[in-house]
């Protein structure tokens, strides 16, 4: 038999062989994954049964739960795709017409279907905008969710949607789930409470052999981003290893819309927390995030907290080159207790002035054309602190 005889059948054999190992896998792949959104389907359901609202949530194996489509209860309406809004967007890209999607969390949901950041900046671009013949802004806020949920809902649906801007205004519930006071989280609050494998972060990988081979290699090393000689107070916890699965899923956010659309302008935000504002009577009719309770942690620190989550947040945006909206800084010398109701949650005028803050981001990078409006000057000069 000739040399290149043997070769040939050699690279056959090895192709057949590794043929096999990836259709093992696939199957491997298949049935994990089933098991793991059986599972993420059930505990959403147990969370569900806990939930005062569940009337407008459903269990989800991807995410937990979800909106329940066509859900409604008072003032609140989830359409039929599962965003709060009353109008239904279409897939397809509409000629002429511009997409913004909004994501986040209640603080992006609000407090009823015309009172939200994203009601008031649909209304802002049809009133002030510039260069298109009509204007679609997706309020894709869920309440509850963290960074995990909403990065995965990016890549199963919402980039499907190709929109030409996207608001990040993620972050609050990672907040709250992650105690800065405590050693850096080990898995995400997403897969402890809806379980998780270590496999599923590599499900982007064509070869489903290799990611599999890829989990099974780094379920045996050590975390690096962890500190095993962590004791609280030692500096072991900073943001960038409290925060790392916001960060990653904001990664992953930005990964899968640039994949569906390159030329996606993607906007990261700083958060609005009321922290120190208010007298302490207020205070002490607001509840606590659970590990400023624990800490006994009063508004003065809680503010420096979300202080260090937002530099976080520059920095991310600055080292991805992704535009930045500091609303936290375009909020600092405002009444912010007249603007929020809680430490996060707004009232009408701050929601609304948020919109315009994003208006006038959008503008300058040139997504949007328009003119200021006297409104906004009006609303900051209302609420000057």
Same mark, same amino acid.
């Given at each position: 038999?000739?040399?290149?005889?043997?070769?040939?059948?050699?690279?056959?054999?090895?192709?057949?062989?590794?043929?096999?190992?990836?259709?093992?896998?696939?199957?491997?792949?298949?049935?994990?994954? =089933?098991?793991?959104?059986?599972?993420?389907?059930?505990?959403?359901?147990?969370?569900?049964?806990?939930?005062?609202?569940?009337?407008?949530?459903?269990?989800?194996?991807?995410?937990?739960?979800?909106?329940?489509?066509?859900?409604?209860?008072?003032?609140?309406?989830?359409?039929?795709?599962?965003?709060?809004?009353?109008?239904?967007?279409?897939?397809?890209?509409?000629?002429?017409?511009?997409?913004?999607?909004?994501?986040?969390?209640?603080?992006?949901?609000?407090?009823?279907?015309?009172?939200?950041?994203?009601?008031?900046?649909?209304?802002?671009?049809?009133?002030?905008?510039?260069?298109?013949?009509?204007?679609?802004?997706?309020? =894709?806020?869920?309440?509850?969710?963290?960074?995990?949920?909403?990065?995965?809902?990016?890549?199963?649906?919402?980039?499907?949607?190709?929109?030409?801007?996207?608001?990040?205004?993620?972050?609050?519930?990672?907040?709250?789930?992650?105690?800065?006071?405590?050693?850096?989280?080990?898995?995400?609050?997403?897969?402890?409470?809806?379980?998780?494998?270590?496999?599923?972060?590599?499900?982007?990988?064509?070869?489903?052999?290799?990611?599999?081979?890829?989990?099974?290699?780094?379920?045996?090393?050590?975390?690096?981003?962890?500190?095993?000689?962590?004791?609280?107070?030692?500096?072991?916890?900073?943001?960038?290893?409290?925060?790392?699965?916001?960060?990653?899923?904001?990664?992953?956010?930005?990964?899968?819309?640039? $994949? =569906?659309?390159?030329?996606?302008?993607?906007?990261?935000?700083?958060?609005?927390?009321?922290?120190?504002?208010?007298?302490?009577?207020?205070?002490?009719?607001?509840?606590?995030?659970?590990?400023?309770?624990?800490?006994?942690?009063?508004?003065?620190?809680?503010?420096?907290?979300?202080?260090? $989550?937002?530099?976080?947040?520059?920095?991310?945006?600055?080292?991805?080159?992704?535009?930045?909206?500091?609303?936290?800084?375009?909020?600092?010398?405002?009444?912010?207790?007249?603007?929020?109701?809680?430490?996060?949650?707004?009232?009408?005028?701050?929601?609304?002035?948020?919109?315009?803050?994003?208006?006038?981001?959008?503008?300058?990078?040139?997504?949007?054309?328009?003119?200021?409006?006297?409104?906004?000057?009006?609303?900051?000069?209302?609420?000057?602190?």
């Amino acid at each position: 038999m000739s040399v290149t005889r043997k070769l040939f059948y050699s690279l056959l054999t090895l192709s057949l062989f590794f043929l096999a190992i990836e259709g093992t896998a696939r199957v491997l792949w298949r049935r994990l994954e =089933a098991r793991a959104f059986e599972e993420r389907r059930e505990r959403g359901a147990a969370v569900l049964r806990n939930d005062a609202v569940n009337y407008l949530r459903e269990p989800s194996g991807i995410y937990g739960y979800a909106l329940r489509p066509h859900a409604q209860a008072g003032a609140v309406y989830i359409n039929g795709q599962g965003f709060h809004q009353r109008d239904e967007i279409p897939l397809a890209r509409r000629p002429g017409f511009l997409r913004v999607i909004c994501l986040g969390e209640s603080t992006t949901f609000g407090s009823s279907v015309d009172n939200n950041y994203p009601a008031y900046l649909r209304r802002i671009l049809e009133s002030n905008g510039r260069g298109f013949t009509g204007y679609e802004v997706i309020n =894709a806020g869920v309440p509850g969710w963290v960074s995990d949920q909403i990065a995965l809902r990016a890549e199963h649906e919402l980039a499907a949607y190709k929109p030409d801007a996207v608001i990040l205004y993620v972050g609050w519930n990672d907040f709250q789930s992650y105690n800065p006071l405590a050693a850096p989280p080990a898995v995400s609050y997403f897969e402890h409470a809806y379980g998780g494998s270590k496999w599923k972060q590599y499900a982007a990988s064509w070869l489903k052999s290799v990611a599999l081979l890829s989990a099974l290699y780094h379920s045996r090393r050590p975390d690096p981003e962890l500190s095993p000689g962590y004791t609280p107070g030692s500096g072991g916890n900073p943001p960038e290893k409290c925060y790392r699965f916001l960060l990653a899923s904001l990664d992953q956010i930005a990964a899968s819309f640039r $994949l =569906a659309n390159p030329n996606v302008k993607i906007f990261v935000c700083t958060l609005v927390g009321r922290w120190p504002h208010g007298p302490p009577e207020e205070w002490a009719h607001i509840p606590p995030v659970w590990w400023m309770k624990q800490g006994n942690i009063g508004p003065g620190q809680a503010a420096e907290f979300v202080r260090r $989550l937002n530099d976080r947040l520059r920095a991310f945006a600055r080292s991805r080159g992704l535009p930045l909206i500091d609303l936290a800084a375009a909020f600092e010398n405002l009444d912010r207790s007249r603007l929020l109701w809680d430490w996060a949650h707004m009232y009408e005028d701050g929601y609304e002035l948020m919109a315009w803050n994003l208006s006038s981001a959008m503008r300058k990078a040139g997504v949007v054309q328009g003119e200021p409006s006297p409104r906004e000057a009006e609303l900051i000069a209302k609420y000057q602190h």
